[in-house]
């Protein structure tokens, strides 16, 4: 458990941990929602910034805005009183006004910090307690049970055994977060159920003991926007491929046997083709960090190519492509058994980096499908593979000491 005293550093501390759940945390509560075979249930909590007020004791944090133009006469014709003493003119003629809000506002660098202030010091009234090691993972005893809850900026995931805890969880957010506003606006969106869509990932637990999670969407809009690419991708380089033989052919694995050459010889990309190499790149990385770890390998090699890809690694990425096309509804299926145990598994390949240093593959699971997947090259050179094995297990440690 933690002392008060850190307790109020969650609140008071100006540099607090980031207001959003880690990936790997909320994967690894899903899994424990499913064994415990919890109710689940997701919240929106409305309008957060605009109802976090920047009080005196946020006043290092104080938002000043300049206005300009059309907005100035706005606000002198909604409060003269108030604003049209301070309406200055600058050289080019136009109505300027600097205001300090009183709100937080969306899109400055203090906005979530202060709304993870606000929301923490609610959690922690209820009677929550934050794990040391995320702080946006809270935690309660709740007749005799656990109670968790997950939250990204306002965004929560709320589990227990009971429906009525949850729903009592939920009616305390009601009474502090849900205001509604003069045009209707305001209300609290609550899902129930046994699938929930937090932070981007499909949480299925429609399967008793099961999670499954899923990015359908995501991997299909890696693939359209593959597609848009390749199709105007015969700049002397490839020419664009007009018929697949068939879509929903199988491909074994996302990687090429190949995946670690690089080729000096082979031509580069001209800038465009690059940049949408980029894009499609970064966003397979976004659904390989939750959803689909079956292509992180790929991914770990195209990542390092994407300022000089060349053709070869087009048609690396074409073949990661082709796979998740062929496999655009396979779900990440987590559950654990009864032996309360963290199984890791570690190993590296030997010097297969053209700078000559050895990659790491590592993963954790509770009983079945790999909660947490790594796919990285080491940072340093090694003499053999035992150095390099040796360098794995040290990479990984961390993150399983975190876990």
């Known amino acids: 458990m933690l002392g008060g005293n850190v307790q109020r550093d969650y609140i008071t501390k100006d540099k607090a941990s980031s207001p959003m759940a880690y990936t790997e945390a909320v994967i690894l509560t899903a899994v424990a929602d499913a064994k415990e075979e919890r109710k689940v249930a997701t919240v929106d909590l409305p309008n957060a910034f605009c109802q976090t007020v920047i009080t005196d004791a946020d006043a290092q944090h104080r938002i000043i805005v300049r206005l300009r133009g059309a907005l100035v006469d706005m606000l002198v014709k909604i409060a003269p009183e108030v604003y049209g003493p301070y309406v200055t003119v600058n050289k080019k003629g136009e109505k300027v006004l600097l205001v300090q809000c009183m709100n937080a506002l969306y899109g400055s660098m203090v906005a979530s910090l202060m709304f993870y202030k606000k929301l923490a010091k609610a959690l922690i009234s209820y ?167 079956d292509i992180s390998t790929a991914i770990s090699f195209l990542t390092k190519r994407v300022l000089q890809p060349n053709r070869e690694d087009w048609e690396k990425l074409e073949h990661m492509i082709r796979y998740l096309e062929a496999t655009s509804k396979m779900p990440l299926i987590l559950s654990a058994d009864d032996s309360d145990c963290l199984y890791w598994y570690a190993d590296s390949v030997f010097a297969v980096h053209p700078n000559f240093r050895s990659h790491n593959g590592a993963g954790l699971t509770l009983g079945r499908g790999f909660a947490i997947s790594i796919s990285s090259g080491q940072k340093l050179n090694t003499g053999s593979s035992t150095h390099a094995e040796l360098v794995c297990v040290s990479d990984i440690l961390p993150m399983s000491q975190w876990v």
């Open 127 to 293: 009677g929550f307690v934050y794990n040391p090691y995320d702080s946006c993972v809270a935690n309660k005893v709740v007749e005799g049970e656990t109670t968790t809850i997950c939250h990204h900026v306002d965004d929560c995931k709320i589990s227990h055994v009971s429906e009525k805890v949850v729903d009592n969880i939920i009616s305390l957010l009601k009474e502090d977060f849900k205001i509604i506003f003069e045009d209707g606006s305001g209300s609290m969106q609550v899902r129930r159920g046994d699938t929930h869509v937090y932070v981007g990932m499909t949480l299925d637990y429609s399967h008793r003991g099961q999670v499954r999670i899923s990015m359908i969407k995501h991997v299909d809009d890696i693939i359209e926007t593959f597609e848009k690419a390749q199709s105007t991708f015969d700049r002397g380089i490839i020419k664009a491929k007009s018929k697949r033989k068939s879509r929903s052919s199988s491909q074994v694995t996302a990687a090429l046997k190949n995946l670690f050459d690089v080729n000096k010889e082979c031509k580069a990309l001209q800038d465009s083709d690059r940049e949408a190499f980029h894009k499609v790149v970064a966003k397979a990385l976004y659904v390989a960090k939750r959803a689909r770890p």
